[in-house]
């Protein structure tokens, strides 16, 4: 039976020192991420799944395998009730604004699954041409109670909440209104975002990106 246990703890603790590592990740990521990503993990593989092997089987021969899942079992939760806040970032002082424009000039040529050409290359594509930013997206810091409310305010009819700090499940309980997290500053960076509270909302084929007081 210790044996059969020994084995289970070992894949537990295996998925959660996994699952730490992975929660970093971002919340966002790009169609071209995935290929970057795929190849990237097809060489770095055998070393990482290699570390955490070792890390748990030294675990299980020094008696401490239980110790470490609940170690593992305690980030895990830490990481998901509070991920780790975005970097860099300021309440907004000077509100300004600014467009954003998400067209991409494509470098080769799309085709499909019989390789009908479906756009050529050079062509320039703007999703907002075919799928609408319907609601503003607002992105706050959590741990303020005012920018909260004021968030809140402006979802009424529609629209997502991004934290930059704080905890969306403990948001989540108290308003009733779900709360996102940009992980890893994804969002923050590709809009160039230096300041909190923030909106993004379409006009036209652009979107307009505001740094406001939180009170407009």
């Avoid at 970093?24 to 060489?43: H, M, N, Q, R, Y």
């Avoid at 607002?138 to 402006?154: H, K, R, T």
């Avoid at 309980?173 to 996102?180: A, E, I, K, S």
Wanted: overall charge neutral.
């Amino acid at each position: 039976m210790r044996g059969n246990y020994s084995l289970i703890s070992s894949r537990y603790l295996y998925f959660g020192l996994c699952s730490v590592l992975a929660l970093g990740a971002p919340l966002l990521v790009e169609a071209k991420s995935f290929a970057d990503l795929a190849s990237t993990f097809e060489i770095e593989e055998e070393s990482f799944l290699t570390m955490i092997q070792r890390r748990v089987e030294q675990a299980r021969v020094d008696g401490k395998l239980e110790v470490l899942e609940e170690d593992v079992k305690k980030r895990v939760k830490e990481r998901v009730i509070t991920p780790i806040p975005v970097p860099g970032l300021q309440k907004t002082y000077e509100e300004r604004s600014w467009y954003f424009d998400p067209s991409i000039t494509l470098d080769h040529d799309i085709r499909d699954h019989k390789s009908n050409l479906i756009h050529p290359k050079g062509t320039t594509l703007n999703p907002l041409s075919v799928l609408s930013w319907r609601h503003p997206m607002i992105l706050i810091d959590g741990s303020d109670e005012e920018q909260v409310s004021w968030a809140v305010s402006q979802v009424k009819s529609g629209g997502k909440i991004v934290l930059i700090k704080g905890s969306p499940i403990t948001l989540f309980r108290n308003t009733g209104q779900r709360f996102y997290f940009d992980q890893g500053g994804k969002i923050t960076q590709r809009f160039q975002i230096k300041q909190i509270p923030a909106r993004i909302t379409q006009e036209g084929q652009k979107l307009l990106i505001e740094e406001v007081r939180g009170n407009s």
